[in-house]
C-alpha cells in the first residue's frame, strides 16, 4: 500500500501532540505543588493554533493571551524553558518573574503573553509600524481569545492596522468562554469576522478542530498581511477544561462539555494521517516521544532551583541606570545607629 | 545661547532627534498637519513625512499601544497625549505594559518609548483639561518622569529621555509654552535625575516643578524683601530623583516647603514631603509643608480656578508663615 503522508501535516500534528502533552505536564506540576500560583491557563483544545503559528515565518512576531502556551511551543519554545518559567525558577524564559501569563522570548518574536485581556493587541500594531518603516518583510499577529471582542483596544488597533496598511493579523481564539461566561453570553452579535471585515479586515473564520483548514486560512491571511492587507482569522475551538486550574467549570453541562471535547483536533489530524496510510503504531510513537519531552521538561522545572531573592530588584529599569532602592536600605538609613543626632 | 520660547524648545528637541536617528517617530492626534494641539510638532511631518509623523485617530489606548510595540521592536517612539487628563484612557497600556515588560519578561524585551503630554490650570479649560496628574505616572514602578520647568530643561530633557532605555513619561505645561528663556544646546541645567538649585537661601527650602518653580520663585523674590532668603529647588526629574541635594539643603535650612499644582492628597508634594521628613527628622525646626491644589476639581471661572492653586503670594504668606510662625491674615 502507498503511502501519501504529507510531512507538514504529521509536523503539525507532533505539535499539536506536544502542546497537549506540555499542558497535561503543567497541571501535573499545580497537582505537585510546584506551579508557581494556580493561574494556569490550558489551551487543551485550542491546538490548532498550530495551523497558524506554522504559517509564520522565521522572524515573524507576535503577542498572546494568558492562555497562550500553545502558540509559543507552535513558534518553537524550548518546553523546559517554558515549564521553569510557570514554576518560577531561574532557568525559565524570563527569569522566574513573569510565569505562565507572561512569558516572552525576543530570540523567537514572543513579545509578550498578556493578563490583561487585549493588553498585548495594540503592540502588533505599533510592531507593524516598526516593520512597515524598515521594509523588513516581517508581519505581527496578535493571539487573544473570545473574551477580547469585547474589549474596545482590539477596534482601535483594527481600525488603525486597516487605516495604516500595516503587516498585521489578528487571530481570535474563540474556545467559547471569557472564564465562565459563553459567547453568546457576551456577544450582542456572534459574527466576530463580520466586525473585523467592517474596519476593512480581510476576515475569515476557521474550524478549530481541523487544523489543516486552520493552516489553509492562515496561510493566504499571513501572506496578505505581508503585502500590508492586514486580516483577522477566528479560530473556532472549545475549551476542554475550566478557565484556570482551580475552575471545575460548574456553569456547564456534561453534555455540553462532551459535545465539545469530541471536536478535537488530534483526533481529526490522527484520523486524516491514517486514512492518508499512517499507521497508527506511528503515531502513538509520536505521541509517545512527546510524552517523554514534556516528562522531561517537567522534571527540568521541578529540580530547577528559584532565582535568589535579590533579583526583585533587577530589571525593573534597564542595567547601568538608577534602580529601585530596597527598602532595607531607606529604613536603615532612616532608623540605623549612628544615623540620628 | 539664543533666546527662545519653552514650545520652540521642544519642538526644536523633537527635529534634531529625529535628525539624529531614523528610529524616532512621533504618533498621536493631530501631531502632523495640525503641527499639535499647542503647535510643538509643527512642519515636522513636512519634514519626515507621514510614515514618521503618525497622525493617529483618537485612540489614546492604542496610540501608547502602538508606541510600546514599536518600541518593543526598535523604533524610539514620542507618543503624545494631547491632555494628561487623558491618561485615563491610556492606563492599561502605560502601566501595565509600557511600565512592566522588562520586568516581567526577565530584563529582555525593554520599552524605550516617551510618552510627551501636557497638563495644568491657567487657560479655564475646566475640570478635564486642566489636570496635574503626575502622582498616578510617579506611583508605578518602570516609568521614568520627568516635568521641565525651563526653556533650556525642555529641550535637554526630552533630547535625554530621547536616549534613555526605559519609558519616560514628559509632562509639559500648557502654561509655560509662550514662555521666553535662555537655550544653550550644548549645557543641560543639570544632569538626568538631578535636582536644579535656581536660588540659594538661609532660612528656608521651597521645592517646586514645572509652572510653579516660576511661583516660587517669584515667591523667593518676595521673601528677600521681607529679609527672609529661600532656597528654590527644581525638582525636574521626579523618577530618577537624587533626593542627596534635597535631603542637605533642609538640613542645613531645618524648614522646607513643596509646592505642586496638583490636588495636594496623594501628590507628588506628599511622596517628597514624607521623604524628607524621614531623612532629616533630626534636622527639622518645623514639619516639612505641602502647599498644593485644594482636594476639587479644577473649576471653569478664572477667579475659582486662580483660587484653586498656590500663587506666589500664597507660597509667600505660607513660607512667612512657617518662617515667622505669625499667621497671615487669611488663617482661621
Known sequence: MTVTVNTADVGRYRMMRRIRSFEERVGELFLKGESAGSMLHLSIGEEAVVGVTDAMAAGDSFTTHHRGHGVFLGRGADPARMMAEIAGKESGYCRGKGGSMHIADRALGHLGANAIVGGGIPHVVGAGISYRNSRSGQIAVAFFGDGAMSQGILYESMNMAALWHLPVLFCCVNNQYGMGTRVDRSAGARDFPARAAAFGLSAARADGADVEAVHAAARGLVEAARDGRPGFLEIDAYRFFGHARMDKSPYRTPEEEAEGRARDPLLTARHRLMAEGLASADLDRIDAEAGAEMDRALAHAVAAPPPPLAAMFTDVYAPGTPAPRPQAARLAAILGEGVRA | ?332
Request: glycine content about 10%.
Open chain 2, 1 to 332: 545661547m539664543t533666546e527662545t520660547t519653552y514650545r520652540e524648545a521642544i519642538g526644536r528637541a523633537l527635529r534634531e532627534a529625529m535628525e539624529a536617528d531614523p528610529a524616532v517617530i512621533l504618533i498621536g492626534e493631530e501631531v502632523g498637519l495640525y503641527g499639535g494641539a499647542y503647535g510643538v510638532t509643527r512642519g515636522l511631518i513636512d519634514r519626515f513625512g507621514p510614515e514618521r509623523v503618525i497622525d493617529a485617530p483618537i485612540s489614546e489606548a492604542a496610540i501608547v499601544g502602538a508606541a510600546v510595540g514599536a518600541a518593543m521592536t526598535g523604533l524610539r517612539p514620542v507618543a503624545e497625549l494631547m491632555y494628561v487628563d487623558f491618561i485615563g484612557m491610556t492606563m492599561d497600556q502605560l502601566a501595565n505594559q509600557a511600565a512592566k515588560s522588562r520586568y516581567m519578561f526577565g530584563g529582555q524585551i525593554g520599552v524605550p518609548m516617551v510618552l510627551r503630554t501636557q497638563g495644568g490650570t491657567g487657560r479655564s479649560a475646566a475640570a478635564q483639561h486642566s489636570q496635574s496628574l503626575e502622582a498616578w505616572v510617579m506611583h508605578v514602578p518602570g516609568l521614568r518622569l520627568v516635568m521641565p520647568a525651563t526653556v533650556n530643561d525642555a529641550y535637554h530633557l526630552l533630547r535625554q529621555a530621547l536616549t534613555q532605555p526605559d519609558p519616560v513619561v514628559f509632562i509639559e505645561h500648557k502654561g509655560l509654552y509662550t514662555l521666553k528663556g535662555d537655550l544653550d544646546t550644548e549645557r543641560p541645567d543639570g544632569a538626568w535625575g538631578a535636582p536644579v538649585t535656581r536660588r540659594k537661601g538661609r532660612d528656608l527650602v521651597i521645592l517646586g516643578y514645572s509652572r510653579m518653580l516660576h511661583e516660587c520663585l517669584a515667591a523667593a523674590e518676595r521673601l528677600a524683601a521681607a529679609g527672609v532668603e529661600a532656597e528654590v529647588i527644581d525638582l525636574r526629574c521626579l523618577n530618577p530623583l537624587d533626593e542627596a541635594p534635597l535631603v542637605e539643603a533642609v538640613m542645613r535650612t531645618g524648614r522646607a516647603m513643596v509646592v505642586t499644582e496638583a490636588a495636594v492628597t496623594g501628590s507628588v508634594a506628599s511622596e517628597i514631603a514624607a521623604r524628607l521628613s524621614e531623612a532629616c527628622f533630626d534636622w527639622l525646626e518645623e514639619p516639612v509643608l505641602r502647599l498644593g491644589a485644594e482636594d476639587i476639581p479644577i473649576p471653569v471661572a478664572p477667579a475659582l480656578e486662580r483660587g484653586a492653586i498656590p500663587t506666589a503670594n500664597l507660597i509667600r504668606e505660607t513660607a512667612l508663615w512657617l518662617v515667622t510662625r505669625e499667621a497671615p491674615p487669611w488663617a482661621a
